[in-house]
């Protein structure tokens, strides 16, 4: 599953937006790569005044940080569509600019990855695998 943490540095996110932005970032993976929507997760953190440093000094413009983990095997062009829909709405919610958002993915093999007890399929293959769940896990999945 791909795991996107949010790290804003002076900026404060009602639970509203942070709800918006999670919302925003599991449409645009589901969206671009086909994953089923309950395989994204989304963590939220907070940098303190004084602990957001860009060039070796502290950075005191507004910032949201954005670093996914995902599995390997999608294209550029489809994890660079993923990360334009994802900084518009971020920017959008947030109320900053795009030069604000910093979005890094990173490529993990499936091979090294267990969610739910068992290691991750291939991208393609996630139907098969949440086949094979049980059926109380199946039944607990966000829609």
Excluded: C
Aim: no cysteine.
């Amino acid at each position: 599953m791909p795991t996107y943490t949010v790290t804003v540095a002076n900026l404060s996110l009602s639970q509203q937006q942070k709800s918006q932005i999670a919302e925003a970032i599991t449409t645009a993976h589901n969206t671009q790569t086909g994953a089923p929507r309950f395989f994204a997760q989304v963590l939220f953190s907070s940098a303190n005044e004084g602990e957001h440093f860009v060039g070796g000094s502290v950075n005191q413009a507004p910032q949201v940080y954005v670093h996914g983990l995902v599995r390997q095997g999608r294209s550029t062009g489809v994890k660079q569509a993923l990360m334009s829909q994802m900084l518009e709405e971020i920017a959008r919610i947030a109320g900053i600019t795009a030069e604000e958002v910093w979005i890094y993915l990173q490529d993990i093999p499936a091979t090294q990855m267990i969610e739910f007890g068992r290691f991750l399929p291939a991208p393609g293959d996630e139907a098969e695998w949440v086949r094979e769940m049980t059926p109380e896990k199946r039944s607990r999945l966000p829609k």
